[in-house]
């Protein structure tokens, strides 16, 4: 077994790819439409996507602008190779930085959060990725 994505629920789906490939870096794999029952997907991610690796499931739902986010939702985590520098080009690209890179509280791994154009969490946690190469560059 293994994940295959998370559905995130966005109110536009064209600023929320822009998010996604220019300051995030993913690749947009795949997208539909369903005019019938008024939803749109986007599928991004790195690497080419399943199987190697999840993605995340843009949905938009035609004319809903927003959601509620609810009390249970956390956050999307994303490896990357040097926090810190993640964090300068997500900012130079118009990305928003809500906890700057640093050790995590108690411990030694370096985290940071940004937030997508909707509101939603996304932490990065710098990981040694020399043997396979993943996430922002």
């Known amino acids: 077994m293994r994940i295959l994505h998370t559905m995130l629920r966005v109110g536009d789906l064209e600023r929320s790819i822009a998010f996604y490939t220019q300051v995030l870096g993913m690749a ?26 999840a993605e995340i499931e843009l949905t938009y739902n035609w004319g809903v602008t927003q959601y509620e986010h609810g009390s249970a ?29 640093g050790p995590v509280l108690g411990g030694s791994t ?24 993943a996430g922002l560059r």
């Open 28 to 53: 947009l794999l795949r997208r539909s439409e369903n005019p019938e029952h008024r939803y749109s997907l986007a599928f991004l991610g790195f690497e080419g996507g399943n199987p190697g690796q």
């Open 73 to 101: 939702y956390g956050h999307i985590a994303i490896g990357v190779p040097d926090a810190y520098a993640a964090c300068e080009r997500i900012k130079a690209a118009g990305g928003r930085v809500t906890r700057e890179a």
């Open 110 to 133: 370096v985290i940071a959060f940004v937030t997508d154009p909707d509101g939603y969490k996304i932490e990065l946690i710098q990981r040694d990725f020399a043997a396979a190469g």
